[in-house]
């Protein structure tokens, strides 16, 4: 169960007593409110506040107050107008705060993206639960032969069992030796500021996390990437969820020009130009290096 019962009574107190509000209102983004989504073993992440919808960016970009005469078509053509062209302000004016668990080791992937607010509990005031990320089998994999920081094979299962074991039983002992080393029931014991830097970093942690659509597509485009490591991924997904239900035009354009995009160089637009000419070009005659000649047949595959 990802969510403690204190947690569970919080977001019910929460959802059974609405407040009525002058404010704009996402009827897709009202469904998620609140509402935790399970992400791996024991995480999740769920909408604890919003700002904004489809209305407020072209509000913003048109630098008016209301709706004026516009329809909703000239609101999606906006949108993918500010997309398309890479006005990037507009969509800023929209907000959203989410309450995030998560594994230690994934927090630091994440906050690479500098471009939020993060408040994260705290260790050094209160005790972490018992709780680590174990990954399933199907997701064990060896170190890719081709991408130093990627995976490569599924590991067999006799190896993949003994990976497991390793890990199970190395999380136990850390967090049994964490629980004898903190003061407790008179005893006087080591700092939990200190104690807590025995643990691994499957240990689950929370935060709340506030940041701006312009800077949440920007995190998706790259951790909900078929690309990005598992443990972030499925988080990038989850939340890529509830954003096609907040802003729907907008999250539909990030689909097609970011997410189903792809930004060729000065170097590879000429390639495809010379193709489409009817030229046979190879690496050699590309003017590319191995590596951007290997990512630039990607994109011509799809």
């Given at each position: 169960?990802?969510?403690?019962?204190?947690?569970?009574?919080?977001?019910?107190?929460?959802?059974?007593?609405?407040?009525?509000?002058?404010?704009?209102?996402?009827?897709?983004?009202?469904?998620?409110?609140?509402?935790?989504?399970?992400?791996?073993?024991?995480?999740?992440?769920?909408?604890?506040?919003?700002?904004?919808?489809?209305?407020?960016?072209?509000?913003?970009?048109?630098?008016?107050?209301?709706?004026?005469?516009?329809?909703?078509?000239?609101?999606?053509?906006?949108?993918?107008?500010?997309?398309?062209?890479?006005?990037?302000?507009?969509?800023?004016?929209?907000?959203?705060?989410?309450?995030?668990?998560?594994?230690?080791?994934?927090?630091?992937?994440?906050?690479?993206?500098?471009t939020a607010n993060v408040n994260e509990y705290s260790?050094?005031?209160?005790?972490?639960?018992?709780?680590?990320?174990?990954?399933?089998?199907?997701?064990?994999?060896a170190q890719s032969t081709v991408n130093n920081q990627?995976?490569?094979?599924?590991?067999?299962?006799?190896?993949?069992?003994?990976?497991?074991?390793?890990?199970?039983?190395?999380?136990?002992?850390?967090?049994?030796?964490?629980?004898?080393?903190?003061?407790?029931?008179?005893?006087?014991?080591?700092?939990?500021?200190?104690?807590?830097?025995?643990?691994?970093?499957?240990?689950?942690?929370?935060?709340?996390?506030?940041?701006?659509?312009?800077?949440?597509?920007?995190?998706?485009?790259?951790?909900?990437?078929?690309?990005?490591?598992?443990?972030?991924?499925?988080?990038?997904?989850?939340?890529?969820?509830?954003?096609?239900?907040?802003?729907?035009?907008?999250?539909?354009?990030?689909e097609d020009y970011r997410m189903g995009g792809a930004?060729?160089?000065?170097?590879?637009?000429?390639?495809?130009?010379?193709?489409?000419?009817?030229?046979?070009?190879?690496?050699?005659?590309?003017?590319?290096?191995?590596?951007?000649?290997?990512?630039?047949?990607?994109?011509?595959?799809?």
């Amino acid at each position: 169960m990802a969510l403690s019962p204190e947690q569970q009574a919080e977001i019910d107190a929460l959802r059974s007593a609405p407040s009525e509000t002058l404010r704009a209102t996402a009827p897709g983004m009202e469904r998620h409110l609140y509402n935790a989504h399970d992400v791996l073993d024991h995480g999740f992440v769920r909408v604890i506040d919003y700002m904004g919808d489809d209305a407020a960016i072209c509000q913003a970009a048109r630098v008016s107050y209301g709706k004026g005469t516009k329809s909703v078509q000239n609101d999606e053509g906006l949108i993918r107008y500010l997309m398309r062209h890479w006005h990037s302000t507009p969509f800023e004016m929209c907000e959203i705060k989410l309450h995030v668990k998560l594994p230690v080791f994934v927090a630091r992937q994440w906050i690479r993206h500098r471009t939020a607010n993060v408040n994260e509990y705290s260790a050094r005031y209160s005790i972490l639960d018992r709780e680590f990320y174990i990954p399933a089998r199907e997701h064990l994999a060896a170190q890719s032969t081709v991408n130093n920081q990627g995976r490569g094979e599924l590991l067999a299962d006799e190896e993949a069992a003994r990976v497991l074991e390793i890990l199970k039983a190395d999380s136990a002992r850390a967090y049994d030796n964490y629980q004898a080393m903190i003061g407790q029931d008179g005893q006087q014991g080591l700092a939990r500021e200190l104690a807590r830097m025995n643990l691994p970093a499957n240990i689950y942690t929370q935060w709340y996390w506030k940041v701006d659509l312009h800077n949440l597509f920007h995190f998706l485009r790259l951790r909900a990437d078929p690309h990005a490591q598992y443990e972030i991924r499925v988080y990038a997904e989850a939340i890529a969820a509830v954003v096609a239900d907040w802003v729907p035009f907008a999250y539909g354009a990030f689909e097609d020009y970011r997410m189903g995009g792809a930004t060729l160089s000065a170097t590879a637009l000429d390639c495809v130009r010379r193709m489409v000419k009817g030229e046979t070009v190879t690496q050699e005659t590309s003017g590319m290096s191995k590596g951007e000649w290997r990512e630039f047949e990607g994109v011509l595959r799809g």
